[in-house]
Structures are given as structure tokens and as C-alpha cells.
């Protein structure tokens, strides 16, 4: 069954921003580690940022200052705000929630960011 879907991507300007959503069914989202990656076409999937339960974060020194990642635990939504995007950001972005040996990832949804 699916667990988690990402959705929000689309064709920004650079500049611009997006706010990428991750809806998850999982019953264990309000005490896992939340997670987005990023994988741009040809280049290894690449670590953006996380959020514990408790809201603690962390971000990939490309993205520090410009995407910030939150989480409702109500609602079960994960969220990555991006402002100031820039072309190097152009990737498929997933999200994935892990809790010990419990790992969920969605499918992916793509943000393309012109010059």
C-alpha cells in the first residue's frame, strides 16, 4: 500500500519558489525521522534536509538559508518550502520516513527551476 506521496513540483523561474508537500498514511509519521532527497538526471540522489519527531532539522549546506522543512504531525504532512531557487536545484525530489528498521519512501515529484 502506498505510504507516502509527494506532490507540489512543477516549473518554477529561478528565483522563484516552490512548497513541496509529502501526504503520508504510515501510522508511525509522528515519531519518525522525516526526510527529503533530491536526484538530479545523471548525478547520485543527494540529501536536502531532515526533521525529527521533536522538530529538530537539518539541511544540506546547497540549501541552508533558502529551503526550510516542517512537518504536521495532525495532519501527517511533510512540507519543504524552497525560496530562491536556482537551476542547480532542478531534480526529482522524494521523501522518506524511517523509524529503525521501518523505511518508506514516495515516488517522486519533479522540480525544474529555468534560467
Known amino acids: 500500500q502506498v505510504q507516502l506521496v509527494e506532490s507540489g513540483g512543477g516549473l518554477v523561474q529561478a528565483g522563484g519558489s516552490l512548497r513541496l508537500s509529502c501526504a503520508a498514511s504510515m501510522s508511525i509519521f509522528s515519531i519518525a525521522v522525516m526526510v527529503w532527497y533530491r536526484q538530479a538526471s545523471g548525478k547520485q540522489r543527494e540529501l536536502v534536509a531532515t526533521?525529527?519527531?521533536?522538530?529538530?532539522?537539518n539541511y544540506a549546506d546547497s540549501v541552508k538559508g533558502r529551503f526550510t522543512i516542517s512537518r504536521d504531525n495532525a495532519k501527517k504532512i511533510l512540507y519543504l518550502q524552497m525560496n530562491s531557487l536556482k537551476t542547480e536545484d532542478t531534480a526529482v525530489y522524494y521523501c522518506?520516513?524511517?523509524?529503525?528498521?521501518?523505511?518508506?519512501w514516495g515516488q517522486g515529484t519533479q522540480v525544474t527551476v529555468s534560467s
Open positions: 526533521i525529527t519527531s521533536g522538530g529538530r532539522t
Open positions: 522518506e520516513g524511517t523509524l529503525g528498521s521501518l523505511d518508506y
